[in-house]
């Protein structure tokens, strides 16, 4: 089954034995940054582990990141920085990627899709987590 054909609103992971654990890190480059054109520009680490009993591989993503003035942008694609990786239990996979947004603070959140060597497809939710120029949140 394709990952574009899967309907997303059906999965749950408790379906599966298979168990991811995302771990996001924030930080704020503000070399890049341009307040003056309401470019902030944030990089995100993202570990990934397998807790669970079989290997799975992740097939694509999808972000939600709400600006500081309410607008949201959604985010969908393959994989990871061109990768689609396949945990084995007890492995992790670490990578780094960014987001420009127009406003000093906002969030992001999502999910993954991934799937089990038998084909079983399942969601695991990315927690929200916080882009924010440092001294701007108390």
């Known amino acids: 089954m394709m990952a574009d054909t899967i309907d997303r609103r059906t999965m749950h992971s408790a379906d599966t034995p298979a168990l991811i654990e995302v771990s996001p890190e924030p930080s704020f ?3 890049h940054s ?6 902030y520009v944030f990089a995100y680490t993202i570990t990934l582990r ?5 290997p799975a591989r992740l097939l694509e993503r999808h972000w939600r990141i709400t600006h500081g003035d309410g607008r949201v942008e959604e985010v969908r694609g393959p994989g990871v920085v061109g990768d689609q990786p396949l945990l084995a239990p007890g492995e992790s996979y670490t990578y780094s990627s960014g987001a420009v947004i127009p406003t000093p603070v906002g969030t992001m959140q999502g999910d993954y899709l991934f799937t089990t060597e038998e084909g079983k497809h399942f969601i695991v939710p990315i927690p929200r987590f916080t882009l924010s120029v440092p001294r701007t949140l108390h």
């Open 29 to 31: 480059l503000e070399q």
């Open 50 to 54: 397998n807790v669970g009993e079989v």
């Open 34 to 39: 341009d307040p003056k054109q309401n470019r």
